[in-house]
């Protein structure tokens, strides 16, 4: 037993020692997701905020209260502008879009006549033509808020389900997050495995008096060790800026999800690693898979919205569970499902483990 | 003229030395003629939601009044709506499927036409920023426009619609293109960056180095090698969006050009990875991983200049910024850049001619090393 232990730990201490003395499988295994979390962190200022150019013809009073509600709006990036100044920046796609208070909007107003605000819309895009075709009607109902006789009756009365609004960037890092677990787990503890076939040091591991269980475990606990570095390294920077920081007791469900997300994760690797037997074929699968996972978890949108095939496909996902745990966690501080998300993560890490050793019997054979 | 042939001779022979290496690999070369189209695919399940939050709406009044506002919440274009029970509604929130809950009260239509005020309900699921702004300018969007139809002389302002394009273009349509740019950024890097490293990893760039060629030869060659190689993964991917999804290129010519110029660019960018690099395990890795947050500040959704300043002044520094331009000129006839056209392309070119020598620098430098 202690033999087999110090094999394990031989194994271990080696891996991780090879992947520390490669600054480029270090870097190409971290930077991709650090980089997308630096383009996530200075993207999310601009999300939601359309600039546009208002030109303002008329001085009436209520022109200016609809100017000032335009200014404030969170919807809005706006510059005032004359009408040519505001046609030159649309045709120079400064702006998205020129909002018109026309010259007699006080008169038509006072008069009860219908009185059009003009917005020309660059409308090139559904995405960023219907968040403009929300803005200004948004904006003309807080127009008629202010108004002493508003005619508009219906009043929103909004309640948030949390006290804080969750920003994009903090929204986002929980896949981000599990994107690098992945690619970390996957690619290192594949690479890891696949040199022995590169290197034919395998046939020392395989004649050696030890178990092939022992061989994988010891494979398997280096890949999670180098990828829970990098998690490590990711949930202090969350921690400490405060985006990805768990309430209280949630810290121990989240930290059980990293735990196990990197253990499948490597598991996954080691599998990989030990059916493929090459480099190339390593990296060929290994990060397409890590991208699927991510995409068919709700990587970069909210799986629920999704359409039913794909929400059926996700349940398929083990990366699905331990995104559903950590957000759970992390935003709801809730447990919910967690023993089954925990479940899936720990068998998706028992059947990687069972194909490493399977793969190795072939090995051993041939 | 000898030198010339001779040049021509090695840029054949590196070109089909990297087509057959690359075919001997065929589960390699198989993942990366389809992983362009994968991006293409799974990119696509972002969009399939269509930036509409979905939205249950709980209607305890059914009078015309509260149908009518009903079909205004629906015509606002930013919900996925739900007509469901309050009961339902509370599970779908709680299994987080739903962003909000909208319930028209029962006495909706009496209050209306007493002219009470009513308070309208709502509840947002306020974890998703870009959701619960949708939202929450969009509820007031369907109460004016309930009132523009409703009570045309109450409600006198309203917005007035002016389109620069005669059509709205879909967000996937719109998005599918720039996909097609990342899918060509993604399927030149690895090729080209493959083939450049397997000749440090395999030790064959001694014998390169050694031979009387030309070092732009062998560069040209290596193009050339994975620009074939890469032809067959642009096809798919293209063909999936003319065809599949039926977004057809406005300027046809253009486009095919395009994609050669831009296949060019990423192919010598793959090239220079590969010599800096020489691993083909840590080229793989970055080729891939890197292209995900590259889209993302190219303008791949929209104009730059609509977004953060920063992200802007970067993404004009590297060449995605001006394929994209180039190819939604070519599918949809827009300008998503302030510079023009022709300059775009010829920046694109100047890209690739830069990166060219600083992969041939790499390679002399490299060479020396060796």
Redesign the interface.
């Known amino acids: 037993m202690i033999h087999e232990i110090q094999a394990i730990w031989a194994i271990v201490r080696k891996d991780v020692g090879v992947w520390a003395r ?1 600054p ?2 270090v ?3 971290v ?3 650090l ?2 979390i ?3 962190y ?2 999310a ?4 905020r ?2 546009v150019a208002l030109v303002v013809e008329d001085n009436g009073p209520a022109a200016q209260q ?1 100017q000032a509600i335009l200014e404030d709006s ?2 809005f990036v706006v510059t005032l502008a004359s009408r040519d100044q505001a046609a030159r920046m ?1 045709q ?5 879009a020129v909002i018109t208070i026309p010259a007699n909007f006080d008169t ?2 006072d008069a ?20 403009l ?6 904006a ?5 808020a202010q108004q002493p006789d508003n ?12 006290e ?5 960037v903090q ?1 986002d890092l929980v896949p981000d997050l599990v994107l690098l677990l992945t ?1 970390a787990g996957v ?1 290192n503890a594949g ?1 890891a495995t696949a040199r022995e076939w590169e290197d034919l040091t395998i046939k020392e591991l395989l004649l050696a008096p030890i178990g092939r269980g022992s061989l994988i475990v010891g494979k398997l606990l280096a890949g999670w060790l180098t990828t829970l570095l990098i998690a490590a390294l990711v949930l202090a920077i969350g921690a400490l800026t405060g985006y990805l920081r768990p309430v209280g007791a949630s810290w121990v469900p989240t930290l059980l999800t990293v735990l196990l997300l990197a253990l499948a994760s490597a598991g996954l690797g080691v599998a990989i690693g030990a059916t ?1 037997r090459r ?7 290994s ?2 898979l890590a ?2 996972l991510f ?2 978890s709700g990587g ?3 799986i ?4 039913d095939w ?1 929400q059926a496909i996700a349940q398929f996902v083990p990366t699905y569970y331990g995104m559903h745990a950590l957000q759970m966690a992390v ?1 709801y501080n809730s447990t919910d499902d967690l023993a089954r998300d925990l479940g899936v993560l720990a068998v998706t890490a028992a059947v990687t483990l069972a194909l490493g050793v399977a793969s190795l019997r072939r090995g051993f054979s041939s | 003229m000898l030198d010339v042939a001779y040049s021509l001779r090695v840029i054949r022979a590196v070109a089909l030395n990297d087509i057959r290496s690359a075919l001997t ?1 065929r ?2 070369t198989s ?2 003629i389809l ?1 362009p189209l ?2 293409l695919l ?2 696509l ?2 969009v ?4 509409q ?2 939205t249950a709406v709980v209607m305890d009044d059914t009078g015309p009044y509260a149908e009518q ?1 009903l079909q205004a919440l629906q015509g ?3 919900f ?1 709506i739900v007509r469901s029970t309050a009961d339902e509604a509370q599970r779908l ?1 709680q ?3 739903i ?1 909000a809950i909208v319930t028209v009260p029962a006495d909706f239509d009496a ?2 036409q007493s ?20 939202i ?6 369907a ?5 523009a139809h409703a ?15 005669a059509q ?4 996937i349509e ?1 998005l599918s293109v720039s996909i097609v740019v990342v899918s060509l950024l993604v399927g030149g890097l690895l090729q080209a960056g ?1 083939n450049a490293a397997r000749e440090y990893e395999t030790g064959t760039i001694k014998e390169l180095l050694l031979a009387p060629a030309d070092r732009w030869a062998i560069e040209v060659g290596k193009m050339l090698g994975a620009l074939a190689l890469n032809v067959l993964s642009a096809a798919v991917v293209v063909g999936v969006v003319v065809l599949g999804l039926g977004v057809r290129p406005v300027h046809l010519p253009e486009m095919l050009g395009y994609t050669l110029l831009v296949m060019l660019t990423f192919v010598s960018l793959g090239l220079l990875a590969g010599t800096l ?1 020489r ?4 080229v ?3 080729s ?3 292209s ?2 590259i889209f ?2 190219s303008g791949a ?3 730059v ?4 300043a ?2 802007a002044f ?1 993404s004009r520094l590297q060449p995605v910024y001006y394929a994209i331009a180039v190819f ?1 000129y070519a599918f ?1 006839d ?5 510079s023009s056209l022709s300059l775009n392309g010829l920046l694109l070119l100047t890209f690739t001619v830069v990166i060219v020598v600083a992969s041939a620098i790499a390679l002399r430098r490299r060479g020396a090393a060796q």
């Open positions: 490669q480029t499988a870097a190409a295994t930077l991709p997701a980089v997308l630096g383009v996530l200075i993207g200022a601009a999300v939601g359309n600039p609809l969170d919807a649309l120079d796609l400064q702006v998205a038509a107003f009860h006549q219908t009185d059009p605000v003009d917005i020309q819309i660059n409308n090139l895009n559904l995405d960023f033509t219907n968040d075709r929300r803005s200004l009607p948004a003309i109902t807080d127009f008629y005619p508009i009756d219906v009043q929103v009365r909004e309640s948030d389900i949390r804080q609004d969750v920003g994009l929204f690619i690619v690479l493929t480099f190339q074929r390593v990296a060929g699968l990060i397409p991208f699927y995409f068919l970069i949108s909210v629920a919205f999704l359409p794909v935003f | 690999e589960l390699f993942v990366s992983l994968n991006f799974l990119f399940l972002f399939l939601t269509g930036g939050a979905p506002f606002a274009r930013s996925t929130m299994q987080g499927r962003v209050a209306l002219g009470q005020t009513i308070s309208l309900p709502v509840i947002v699921n306020n974890l998703n920023v870009d959701y619960t702004n949708d929450r300018r969009a509820v007031p969007l109460i004016t426009s309930f009132y009570f045309p002389d109450q409600v006198v302002v309203r917005a007035n619609e002016i389109d620069v394009h709205d273009t879909g967000y719109y493959t690099v691993r083909r395990t840590a793989v890795p970055l891939i991983a890197l995900l947050p993302f500040i959704f929209g104009p200049q609509w977004g953060s920063a992200l970067i939604q949809h827009f300008e998503t850049t302030p």
